[in-house]
């Protein structure tokens, strides 16, 4: 379900509102959003508009811990 996972270039990087950006592919779709403050926050398009909350709610479960991990490195 979750392909492609990648943690680009982080927005206003090296300020104090940096916000660490991510990637990923979800059945085929591109997605692309923000985390921070161990919080998901999507960009457009959203994937709850194509997903069930259940599957989306493992999604972002997925986006946090994979986060976590690659900040913590």
Avoid: C
């Amino acid at each position: 379900m979750l392909q492609n996972f990648e943690v680009i270039t982080p927005l206003f990087e090296g300020q104090a509102n940096e916000r660490f950006q991510f990637k990923l592919n979800i059945e085929g779709n591109d997605y692309r959003g923000i985390f921070h403050d161990k919080e998901v926050l999507w960009f457009q398009p959203h994937p709850h508009n194509s997903i069930e909350k259940d599957e989306l709610n493992f999604v972002e479960s997925n986006v946090r811990n994979l986060m976590i991990n690659r900040l913590m490195n």
